[in-house]
């Protein structure tokens, strides 16, 4: 589903952000603020509309926080919750892990307070953008999640579209969920949503949040650059672990053999249609089927 | 083998021998003696405490029924592990342990009383202070004490002693039975030798029992938990009295039921534990109370079901089914339950192993929890630092000071509502509210007979003014003692609490303020000219008058850690409906006048026919 932006608040941001963060890999546990073990704001990651934070309750935990100027999806990575939004309650019956498959999840709207608490405990993701229309708050259903099996062979991956802009509506959140099994590569080809060419690719701001099964289980991401002085990037990411893509080709992502690996991509750029369109390196055309 | 001895020296050296036993601990059972001597008790009971001091410890009181709350405080504060002897005169000092005796039973706390009673020989009726009455030549004062005895005896002749001494032992450490046990004492019999066989004087121990579950009920509890969409905890006294906090936390924990405590049970899980909702029923929380109103399983846990805590008979559903784990068949049957008769920690630890993994995920109640929590936080919040405190201002006061040490003891009044609504209990057994025979003048006793049994910890009695003055005279044994128990007063000049109640029930607030009588008969004046912190300085006792809130934080930080019995006197603000506690979450029945000349009644009657309608009979 696409939206429409009236032009005059699309700032024009193909350009790389003047202040890019220290670094576009966030190992587990550095971006934490407050009740968040990640917090990645716009401001933190130098540019403007994408969002995640990861929320660790205990047992009968509970947490409150204002939706602001973004729109945000609570999306269970491991336990159920409930989440209380403008005086509806969600029950989202979650999910043991990432890797158990698809998950319900709660849109919040902006300029709300929402409450998430859970009775035995669990982490949350909350997938935010920054956005103008405010959206009723709702129930995303697990059976409705569309899985995909993208790319074949040693390129086979599942993606669950849950807020995919065909999927699900929203202002301009796109978030989507990728499991790679042991050794194969996801994100690949390599491809880039840096700059608006309307019908062909659009501007979204990604980030990668990562878990992978095992104890000291790794990753590799590999950013490289779609302009002189572009976002480069090549990475080992272990479990919790997140990396922000503000520009340039991205992929592969490459699970270590034994060890499948889970991402959740968050996106959102100023487009005037909330779309999911992307350009794949002139090198590498094959993988993606 | 025997040994010669008088009946009260028997006694004296009988009860230093007795121990109770429970998980491998093994302590005496009646550690101290409280008395107040007169004819009846002197030559008797007196002259054995003093033959051989070293075997029984004694405590000056100065009021029997003050005794009698100092023996029950104690015995609660021990988990009815230890217990209190009081000794008193034959008449108005026997007389007066009804209170305490009545306090004991209701709330099963074990405490052994031992009024003298007129001669057994009758060599000149009547003695001083006895009963004659026509019809029978056999009943004395004493016989007061028979409806509020767990177990009773008067005893006639020395050997009685025996099998009395015994019974009595059987029945304060039997954890269905206990309560106040009274063995009368004639007054001459006391003082009467007889051979005493050794082994009656021997050590003996006596096992307080943890009985398990039997099979077939715990295979229909279990059933029943596992069925139920919405079930429900209520954890009562019988909790602590059992030690299960531990296993119900467990239960809780693995089960995802949620918990709601009475009065005697708020505690069993500190105020932060993800499984506690707050107190249930008329002074309960609306979290706990909601959940009762759209549960379909209780499970009562050594709860006696009062008023309080169905709302008169209105919380719980149609069509509620009970599971009442209770160690008494009495309490286990109540309310139509599937009963389970066992020892609570025996009970839930049977049950967690049979329900097996079986869990029950109900989470939208933690919200209602912190709503809840900010209700409690504005009934804290102070606005003007300079301004008089209101009660609800006291406890948040008072909630930034203390620690899980701490012990709070109250029992009459608006404050038992307040402290189940608001009170944030960090530790098993900080909350002591004597909810059962909810009685005036309970607390500053019963603070004595807790720095007893808990020595170091900072223990606080808060009253009111009305309970202050129905009790205060214990303040002088503990400045005796060297007690240092903190006692707050919170002067609001009446019946403050039954005043909320008299209006509310169309009495119009009658006979309930202290106030000067007024020109039309009634009491409308002005305030009384009292100053009960003089009366507790004149006993005493430390005295400090905050104005503020500002001086009530020093004030009470200042009590806390003093050494010598200190007493806080404060005025409070009356507070508005905004700002103070959230009002009565459920209802609580007090009839209502059917027929009345004056609007308030008729208004108030209209209001009770309504509620009348929501009672149920569960069965």
Redesign the interface.
């Known amino acids: 589903m696409s939206t429409h932006h009236p032009a005059s608040v699309d700032p024009p941001s193909h350009h790389p952000p003047s202040h890019h963060p220290p670094s576009l890999h966030l190992p587990a546990g550095t971006a934490a603020r407050g009740p968040y073990g990640l917090d990645i704001d716009p401001e933190r990651a130098g540019w403007t509309y994408s969002a995640l934070r990861v929320l660790t309750l205990g047992p009968g935990g509970i947490h409150s926080f204002d939706s602001g100027d973004s729109e945000w999806i609570v999306l269970p990575l491991s336990g159920a919750c409930s989440v209380r939004v403008d005086g509806e309650i969600l029950e989202l019956l979650g999910r043991a892990s990432v890797f158990d498959g698809v998950t319900d999840f709660a849109y919040v709207p902006r300029d709300t307070h929402a409450q998430i608490a859970s009775g035995a405990g669990g982490r949350f993701a909350l997938a935010g953008a920054k956005c103008e229309r405010r959206l009723p708050a709702r129930y995303g259903p697990a059976p409705e999640v569309p899985v995909e099996t993208r790319g074949s062979g040693n390129r086979a991956r599942q993606v669950r579209n849950f807020a995919s802009a065909d999927a699900f509506p929203c202002d301009r959140l796109i978030a989507v969920e990728v499991v790679t099994p042991g050794g194969n590569w996801s994100s690949y080809p390599p491809h880039k949503h840096d700059e608006h060419r309307p019908g062909a690719e659009s501007v979204l701001e990604e980030i990668y949040y990562y878990e992978i099964e095992g104890p000291g289980a790794l990753a590799y991401q590999r950013i490289s650059p779609s302009r002189p002085g572009g976002a480069e990037l090549l990475a080992e990411v272990r479990d919790g672990d997140a990396v922000l893509v503000p520009d340039g080709w991205h992929g592969p992502s490459i699970a270590q053999p034994g060890h499948p690996l889970y991402y959740l991509n968050v996106m959102a750029g100023p487009g005037p249609e909330r779309e999911w369109r992307i350009c794949f390196h002139p090198d590498h055309t094959e993988g993606y089927a | 083998m025997s040994v010669r001895l008088t009946v009260a020296q028997a006694l004296v050296r009988f009860l230093a021998a007795q121990h109770t036993e429970r998980d491998g601990v093994r302590q005496r059972l009646i550690t101290a003696t409280w008395g107040i001597f007169g004819h009846g008790n002197v030559a008797g009971i007196g002259q054995a405490l003093v033959e051989d001091p070293a075997l029984m410890p004694f405590h000056q009181g100065r009021n029997e029924q003050a005794m009698v709350h100092a023996a029950v405080g104690y015995a609660r504060q021990s988990n009815r592990l230890r217990a209190h002897a009081v000794t008193t005169s034959i008449g108005p000092g026997a007389t007066n342990l009804v209170t305490g005796a009545a306090l004991a039973t209701v709330n099963h706390l074990p405490v052994l009383l031992l009024p003298g009673d007129t001669f057994a020989g009758r060599p000149a009726d009547p003695v001083l202070q006895q009963l004659e009455v026509p019809y029978a030549g056999d009943v004395s004062v004493n016989d007061c004490l028979r409806p509020v005895s767990k177990y009773f005896d008067r005893v006639g002749r020395p050997e009685a002693l025996i099998p009395a001494a015994l019974a009595a032992m059987r029945v304060l450490t039997d954890p269905v039975e206990t309560g106040a046990v009274t063995l009368a004492l004639p007054q001459d019999v006391q003082a009467e030798a007889y051979d005493w066989p050794e082994e009656f004087l021997a050590d003996r121990i006596w096992r307080v029992r943890r009985p398990r579950p039997d099979t077939a009920e715990l295979d229909d509890a279990v059933r029943a938990i596992r069925a139920a969409k919405r079930p429900l905890i209520v954890a009562g006294g019988g909790v602590r009295h059992s030690r299960a906090e531990d296993a119900l936390r467990t239960f809780a ?1 693995r089960t ?1 039921i949620p918990v709601a405590t009475t009065q005697a049970g708020k505690g069993v899980l500190p105020y932060d ?3 506690e909702t707050g107190g249930i029923g008329h002074t309960g929380s609306a979290t706990a109370n909601a959940l009762a109103g759209t549960s379909d399983l209780i499970l009562g846990v050594g709860t006696r079901y009062t008023d309080f805590t169905t709302a008169s008979g209105t919380l719980f559903p149609r069509g509620v089914r009970f599971v009442n784990l209770n160690i008494a068949g009495f309490d286990a049957h109540k309310l139509g339950a599937l009963p389970l008769v066992a020892d609570a920690r025996e009970g839930l630890t049977a049950l967690t192993e049979a329900l097996g993994g079986h ?1 029950q ?4 109640w ?2 209602s ?2 709503d809840w929590q900010e209700q409690v936080d504005a009934a804290y919040a102070v606005a003007d630092e300079d301004a008089r405190p209101t009660q609800a201002q006291v406890l948040g006061v008072l909630d930034t000071l203390v620690d899980g040490s701490d012990i709070l003891i109250n029992a009459a009044g608006s404050l038992p509502g307040d402290l189940h609504k608001l009170w944030r209990t960090r530790s098993p057994d900080q909350y002591h509210v004597e909810y059962g025979y909810s009685c005036m003048g309970y607390e500053i006793p019963a603070a004595l007979g807790v720095a007893l049994a808990a020595p170091g910890r900072p223990v606080w009695a808060l009253v009111g003014d009305g309970t202050y003055l129905m009790n205060p005279t214990e303040i002088v044994t503990a400045v005796q003692e060297r007690l240092p128990i903190k006692v707050v007063i919170l002067q609001n000049h009446g019946y403050a609490s039954i005043g909320g109640l008299s209006e509310a029930v169309g009495a119009e607030r009658f006979g309930t303020d202290y106030r000067h009588r007024d020109a039309f008969g009634g009491f409308t004046g002005p305030p009384l000219p009292v100053d009960l912190g003089a009366n507790a300085a004149s006993l005493g006792m430390r005295v400090l008058r905050p104005r503020t809130v500002r001086d009530l934080r020093e004030a009470l930080a200042d009590a806390r850690t003093a050494t010598v019995p200190t007493c806080v006197y404060v005025e409070t603000e009356t507070a508005d409906t905004v700002s103070g506690p959230p009002p009565a979450q459920a209802w609580w029945d007090v009839p209502v006048a059917e027929t009345s000349t004056r609007p308030s009644a008729v208004k108030a009657r209209e209001e009770y026919d309504r509620h009348v309608t929501a009672r149920r009979r569960h069965l």
């Open positions: 924990e995802g534990h993800p499984g869990r995920e109900m989470v939208q933690i919200f929890k912190r």
